[in-house]
């Protein structure tokens, strides 16, 4: 099976259209990179990239490509996905060059006045365009618009872990602008706004014990979920924790199209190889891994101090966290994705519910133990989701950490 093989499950996906369409990215901070991040790894078949550099001599790891050329970006994403042809630009977008390229779709990963007029009057014709951006905590995505929101969002300096919501959302919008599924209502036909919990008004619960937060972060599960979130957490720069990824699995070649660390890994083992790749991107974050299963036989190799994270693809790996957490009275932040969506929720004993009583992880536990047809044991999956359920988690994180959580699931 091909690196394709979990989106071409879902139904009426036919990755051909992908593989013909040219989309054209337009964007040079975060957000606009790992836009094309997202759009190489579901395969559009020809990628441009344009943009000016920003450069800056104190960055290391994954900034220093972010803020490098465009060639750096290209030559990262074709290892990513070397099926996909890209094509680099040290230039801002304009008519002319929309003229010339012909692209099937656009996506405007930037703020600034004179772009998204730019983009403005090139949907007016017709061509199917989405901006979007994230900066201060806040975000938006859809119907290229330019005002003061726009105005004052350029000026603020950029969010990384808003910028993968956003990526993941222009991504599908794009997506959905040649590759309309049957069961989804269309593309965004306005601008949308994004607005990070710290900054709604839901200031969330102060934790009676802040103590219960502050040890390190043990992630279990490596795979599309776990890869995002890691890094989601090196792009927030939790430096001051030591993060420990656990997982049993190998890659396999119908992971890539989703975890996009894997290049020329498959058949290693993930929980190492994903850290390897991490303290490249993030050498200044500490990371360790262990290609071990979390269960009743090695749960002891988890620190009772750390901040518990569940990502596996298992509610019985869930179901045990769930339990492991209580028994501990330790903190356990849980995502879960599917192909057209993702969640989020934290338990933190004594302040928020577990997963029996918020989600009836028992329940779910019990129902996957079932038989069910060989057709329904491979589960659809795409980037995108897993990305932006990456990035939620490490917002609620990073308020866990800060000694505040929130109560209920967060998710799209």
Same mark, same amino acid.
């Given at each position: 099976?091909?690196?394709?093989?979990?989106?071409?499950?879902?139904?009426?996906?036919?990755?051909? $259209?992908?593989?013909?369409?040219?989309?054209?990215?337009?964007?040079?901070?975060?957000?606009?990179?790992?836009?094309?991040?997202?759009?190489?790894?579901?395969?559009?078949?020809?990628? $441009?990239?344009?943009?000016?550099?920003?450069?800056?001599?104190?960055?290391?790891?994954?900034? +220093?490509?972010?803020?490098?050329?465009?060639?750096?970006?290209?030559?990262? &994403?074709?290892?990513?996905?070397?099926?996909?042809?890209?094509?680099? =630009?040290?230039?801002?977008?304009?008519?002319?060059?929309?003229?010339?390229?012909?692209?099937?779709? $656009?996506?405007?990963?930037?703020?600034? +006045?004179?772009?998204?007029?730019?983009?403005?009057?090139?949907?007016?014709?017709?061509?199917?365009?989405?901006?979007?951006?994230? /900066?201060?905590?806040?975000?938006?995505?859809?119907? %290229?618009?330019?005002?003061?929101?726009?105005?004052?969002?350029?000026?603020?300096?950029?969010?990384?872990?808003?910028?993968?919501?956003?990526?993941? &959302?222009? !991504?599908?919008?794009?997506?959905?602008?040649?590759?309309?599924?049957?069961?989804?209502?269309?593309?965004?036909?306005?601008?949308?706004? #994004?607005?990070?919990?710290?900054?709604?008004?839901?200031?969330?619960?102060?934790?009676?014990?802040?103590?219960?937060?502050?040890?390190? $972060? *043990?992630? !279990?599960?490596?795979? /599309?979920?776990?890869?995002?979130?890691? &890094?989601?957490?090196?792009?927030?720069?939790? +430096?001051?924790?030591?993060?420990?990824?656990?997982?049993?699995? !190998?890659?396999?070649?119908?992971?890539?199209?989703?975890?996009?660390?894997? #290049?020329?890994?498959?058949?290693? %083992?993930?929980?190492?190889?994903?850290?390897?790749?991490?303290?490249?991107? #993030?050498?200044?974050?500490?990371?360790?891994?262990?290609?071990?299963?979390?269960?009743?036989?090695?749960?002891?190799?988890?620190? =009772?101090? *750390?901040?518990?994270?569940?990502?596996?693809?298992?509610?019985?790996?869930?179901? #045990?966290?769930?339990?492991?957490?209580? /028994?501990?009275?330790?903190?356990?932040?849980?995502?879960?994705?599917?192909?057209?969506?993702?969640?989020?929720? @934290?338990?933190?004993?004594?302040?928020?519910?577990?997963?029996?009583?918020?989600?009836?992880?028992?329940?779910?536990?019990?129902?996957?133990?079932? %038989?069910? %047809?060989?057709?329904?044991?491979?589960? =659809?999956?795409?980037?995108? @989701?897993?990305?932006?359920?990456?990035?939620?988690?490490?917002?609620?994180?990073?308020?866990?950490? @800060?000694?505040?959580? +929130?109560?209920?699931?967060?998710?799209?």
């Amino acid at each position: 099976m091909d690196r394709y093989a979990r989106q071409q499950i879902i139904g009426g996906w036919d990755q051909s $259209v992908l593989n013909r369409a040219t989309l054209l990215i337009a964007g040079s901070g975060w957000t606009g990179f790992l836009t094309a991040l997202m759009a190489t790894a579901m395969g559009f078949g020809r990628i $441009v990239i344009v943009g000016k550099r920003r450069a800056k001599e104190d960055e290391v790891g994954l900034a +220093r490509i972010v803020q490098g050329s465009k060639k750096a970006w290209c030559d990262f &994403l074709s290892r990513v996905n070397p099926d996909v042809r890209l094509y680099p =630009a040290e230039r801002d977008l304009d008519a002319r060059m929309i003229a010339r390229l012909s692209p099937d779709v $656009v996506i405007v990963a930037d703020a600034r +006045r004179a772009i998204l007029r730019t983009a403005a009057q090139l949907a007016d014709e017709g061509l199917p365009i989405s901006c979007g951006w994230a /900066a201060g905590g806040l975000g938006f995505w859809g119907a %290229p618009q330019a005002d003061q929101v726009t105005d004052r969002l350029s000026h603020l300096q950029e969010s990384p872990v808003v910028g993968q919501i956003m990526a993941g &959302l222009l !991504v599908e919008e794009a997506r959905k602008a040649i590759l309309p599924l049957p069961t989804e209502a269309g593309r965004t036909e306005s601008r949308q706004l #994004f607005v990070s919990a710290k900054l709604s008004g839901d200031t969330g619960q102060r934790l009676r014990d802040a103590r219960l937060c502050q040890g390190d $972060v *043990s992630v !279990v599960g490596a795979g /599309a979920l776990g890869t995002w979130f890691g &890094l989601a957490c090196g792009m927030a720069g939790i +430096r001051r924790k030591q993060i420990h990824l656990f997982d049993d699995d !190998v890659v396999d070649a119908t992971n890539l199209n989703r975890q996009i660390l894997f #290049f020329g890994a498959v058949g290693k %083992p993930k929980a190492p190889m994903l850290v390897q790749h991490l303290q490249k991107l #993030f050498p200044r974050t500490k990371w360790c891994g262990y290609g071990m299963r979390v269960d009743a036989n090695t749960y002891q190799h988890v620190d =009772a101090r *750390s901040i518990l994270v569940a990502c596996p693809d298992s509610f019985q790996v869930r179901g #045990f966290l769930n339990d492991l957490a209580r /028994a501990r009275t330790q903190p356990l932040l849980n995502g879960g994705t599917s192909a057209d969506g993702g969640s989020c929720y @934290s338990y933190v004993p004594g302040v928020t519910a577990c997963l029996q009583c918020s989600m009836g992880i028992d329940r779910l536990v019990q129902r996957e133990a079932e %038989p069910r %047809p060989c057709a329904q044991q491979v589960e =659809a999956s795409v980037v995108t @989701s897993n990305a932006i359920a990456g990035a939620l988690m490490v917002s609620s994180l990073q308020g866990m950490m @800060s000694g505040q959580t +929130r109560q209920g699931q967060w998710g799209y």
